[in-house]
């Protein structure tokens, strides 16, 4: 399986999605259009191995909600990620068991490598 969970408005995820020339065999999934369900976000969990590896701890609503003054936990990262698309780090590159989470030079240059080999 090879998908890509994005966000469409993202300036930055779209400059990704156009580096890593996600074309056809790849699927897309927009979150904010089509949000994470329960089940893909625990599919996403078992492969990056917790639910704050998936969690943006630069999102909008983070700063705004105070959330670093909280100590949160796997079942407050799970529920927040499930609350608002906001706080999935972007983008997530799912290929076969390995994924690919954020938007660092080197995490998408090796999505890159693993969507095309």
Known sequence: MKKIYHLSTCDTSRRI?????????????????????????EELKNRAGSYEALFSKRARLYQERNLKE???????F???????????????VVVGEKVFIGN??????????ALHS
């Open 17 to 41: 999605l156009r580096e890593l020339n996600a074309t056809d065999g790849i699927e897309l999934q927009d979150i904010k259009a089509t949000p994470l369900s329960p089940g893909q976000l």
């Open 70 to 76: 909280r100590s949160l936990g796997e079942g407050d």
């Open 78 to 92: 799970r529920q927040l990620l499930l609350e608002h698309y906001t706080f999935l780090k972007r983008p997530v």
């Open 104 to 113: 660092s030079a080197k995490t998408v240059a090796a999505a890159k490598v």
